[in-house]
């Protein structure tokens, strides 16, 4: 199969990740939970990986960055430990549905309200439309550092230099973690969730939620952290407050592993993945198919068909060509509305850094046929 959906997960992982993944199925102890040599040594690879995260990203400490089971959770445990009632949230139309949906739930539940920014005439997000839609009582705006739909990366700078001081700035960076540099103090980012099994090449079920000292978010899941046992609330010093229960030791060292090898692929996979996405786009104007992306360091490749539903579409690419997409709505209604593409949707080719023209060839030559 040629494999082009890596936007919902990475379909490569490098034999550093999986010789750690598979190695650490051997080490039977719970790191930070108990005190003999094989708890503490596991421990020691955790506080690595914090560290690790948080210097890839231009961080504010180990002790802020909080590992998950998906980017979906990080942003749950960002947005629901910090929003309260009477708050105001901007979001913008690209998001996800891991925010759309927790800010939705706040809005029943706890009376927040919240704002989306739409997309320019040039089918982005502009600074001045989030500045002009901010009340006395915006405390979070949240936007993505890459669209999973059209792969546009916002100027998350812009975006922060136009929002008063106070206002913390969010960011889901599921698309763009390993593919774009992220630099969270240059950004005045207060809070950044990751994903690792896209483009940190990690597998599924490491993710981790970094924020700064401006932020302080209530727990949203209550048990054991092997520290403060006596007390019946959750420890008031992070990583613990937010790290309820016990810890994916596999996940964990396979998001460090990953992540030592995106750093080493970032400037030269994202460059291939302009050139990638640059070459589809020219070969889908021929073929008369729409592109909904610009080239982009982030391999994501949306369009559809003058007359086939994107569905359709997806199943014939993989029927009869072996060729894996992703098709509909990819979790963004709001950025489907927004290009015009609700309810059908699109189809999504997604690629991996380490992929080549020959994909882009192969995709392209099914598409002709259809």
């Known amino acids: 199969m040629i494999y082009l ?24 102890a719970n790191p930070g939970r108990s005190g003999h040599r094989l708890s503490l040594a596991l421990a020691e690879r955790v506080f690595a990986c914090r560290n690790l995260l948080s210097e890839l990203f231009s961080g504010y400490g180990y002790e802020r960055v909080v590992f998950t089971r998906s980017c979906t959770e990080a942003l749950n445990i960002a947005i629901l430990g910090t929003l309260k009632a009477g708050d105001h949230a901007l979001c913008s139309c690209l998001e996800h549905n891991s925010v759309l949906r927790p800010l939705e739930h706040l809005k029943k539940t706890r009376g927040v309200e919240y704002d989306v920014v739409p997309l320019g005439e040039d089918r982005r997000l502009h600074a001045e439309d989030f500045a002009a839609r901010v009340r006395p009582n915006t405390r979070v705006c949240l936007v993505t550092a890459a669209s999973n739909v059209t792969g546009t990366a916002p100027d998350l700078h812009a975006i922060r230099a136009a929002l008063p001081a106070h206002i913390l700035l969010f960011a889901d960076g599921a698309q763009a973690a390993g593919h774009i540099p992220i630099d969270m103090k240059k950004c005045g980012l207060d809070a950044l969730a ?17 924020f700064s000292d401006r932020v302080d978010p209530e727990p949203v899941l209550f048990g054991g952290t092997g520290s403060e046992s006596y007390n019946f609330d959750m420890p008031a010093f992070y990583p613990d407050r937010l790290e309820a229960g016990t810890l994916s030791y596999p996940a964990i060292v396979s998001l460090f592993e990953g992540a030592i090898f995106a750093r080493t692929k970032l400037r030269s996979g994202g460059e291939n993945l302009l050139r990638l996405t640059a070459s589809l786009r020219s070969a889908l104007l021929v073929l008369g198919y729409e592109p909904f992306f610009t080239p982009n360091a982030c391999g994501i490749a949306a369009f559809r068909h003058r007359t086939l539903p994107s569905e359709e579409v997806a199943a014939l690419l993989s029927d009869r060509f072996d060729i894996a997409v992703r098709a509909g709505l990819h979790c963004a209604p709001l950025a489907h509305r927004a290009l015009g593409t609700f309810p059908d949707g699109l189809v999504r080719a997604s690629f991996s850094p380490l992929q080549s023209m020959r994909e882009v060839n192969a995709l392209v030559g099914a598409l002709k046929k259809l």
């Open 5 to 28: 959906d890596n936007a919902a997960t990475g379909g490569f992982k490098p034999a550093s990740v999986s010789n750690a993944v598979l190695a650490s199925l051997r080490c039977c």
């Open 194 to 210: 990751v994903a690792g099994h896209k483009g940190l090449y990690a597998m599924q079920g490491a993710a981790a939620l970094l």
